[in-house]
């Protein structure tokens, strides 16, 4: 029995606040040619930029003598990507924000990455890397999923 | 590659005869942002502005920073005693604000006319 086939697309970002432009750009176009519809390919967007910008801020902690990996591997009908910086990993999934508790001052207003990215794609898992280097988030989109 | 909003401000009057501040943005809305977004809106003179609508129609890309910087708008306007409401959003931001919760604190509308109606 034949592996179904996969195709790789490779990325390397600097650690520069706006370079996840270029890994959405990248997505994007991976997705159009394995037919995603539109509002998924917006959400595979907004979850990619937010993996990046988690890398770059947090990860890589800003040190532009660092990049971010961004693998893309795309199969029949699922696309994963793995965004891999230098950090250490999280500990902990931070709370899923509220906004009353924003809009009350108990709660900073930013710290919505994580929740979006796990809102919008299909799976979504942080691993930490070995000897806290090159750790990694997975997204994974399907194809068969219908745009909401 | 840093990310540049564009931001100016139109006064109209709604259909129901209020001033209506405009703040059209435009580019993207991001960490740099702050100047464009805040900047923009704490140069409102607060004593005659009352009711405020931020125009998305030319934003590009607006990430968690971005919308970090509109909580942060809503937070100041709430504690001013001002209405704001946004419209110009793409389906896909429209859903992401309903996501987060933008829309208990900011209602959204498709376009500028149904905004001032609704004022």
Known sequence: ????????????????????KVAMSTASAVAKLMGFPEA?????KTAVAEACINAIEHGNRLNEKLSVGVVLQAGTDTLEV????????????????DIDRKMHGEEGPRGMGMFLIQALVDEAEWVAG?????????????????AE | ?????????????????????????????????REAVLGTYEALPRETTKLILLDFTGVDYINSSGIALVIQLLI????????VCAFGLSAHFTKVF??????KYARLFPNQAEALAAL
Do not use: C
């Open chain 2, 1 to 33: 590659m840093e990310s540049v909003t564009k931001a100016h401000v139109d006064q109209l009057k709604s259909p129901s005869g209020y001033p209506v501040a405009i703040l059209r943005f435009g580019g993207d809305i991001a960490s740099t942002s």
């Open chain 1, 40 to 44: 998924r390919i917006e959400d595979l």
């Open chain 1, 82 to 97: 793995k965004v891999i910086d230098d950090g250490t990993g999280i500990r902990k999934q931070p709370a899923k924000p």
């Open chain 2, 76 to 83: 100041q306007a709430a504690n001013a005693g001002q209405t």
């Open chain 2, 98 to 103: 309903t996501m987060v919760g933008i829309t």
């Open chain 1, 1 to 20: 029995m034949s592996e179904p086939k996969s195709t790789t697309v490779e990325v390397r970002l600097p650690t520069k606040m706006g370079y996840e």
């Open chain 1, 130 to 146: 070995g000897e806290g280097k090159s750790s990694y988030v997975r997204l994974v989109i399907r194809l068969d999923k219908e």
